[in-house]
């Protein structure tokens, strides 16, 4: 998943679309990720991790440019981050959402504190 989505809850299987500067669930933008709207959130899990797509791949094409030094490319791989935040919305509603966009999450972070 490149974008946030709505995961449970609410809005089930709605993306999270970016406005200028705010989020907003796509397909009903009265409701932005802001805490004008929010009346509480929780942050559930936040997950780092390595893609083992992209160490393979850059380690492979490392090794094959650059011999074994080039192997070492692999240990440049990209972190992917996951954070999903359980959502009570100030009508009532209730959603659990995933990003996974570090400018999606970095906005809801900047609209939220």
Request: glycine share 10%.
């Amino acid at each position: 998943m490149m974008k946030g989505e709505v995961i449970a809850g609410d809005f089930q299987g709605c993306l999270i679309a970016s406005g200028n500067n705010y989020l907003y669930i796509q397909g009903h933008s009265e409701y932005t990720l802001t805490k004008n709207n929010i009346s509480h959130y929780e942050i559930v899990s936040q997950d780092t991790s390595k893609s083992a797509s992209s160490a393979v791949a850059r380690g492979a094409i490392g090794g094959l440019l650059l011999g074994p030094v080039g192997l070492l490319a692999g240990a440049s791989a990209k972190n992917k981050t996951s954070v999903r935040i359980a959502i009570q919305w100030i009508n009532g509603k209730r959603s659990l959402i995933e990003l996974t966009s570090k400018y999606q999450i970095d906005t809801f972070y900047r609209c939220n504190f």
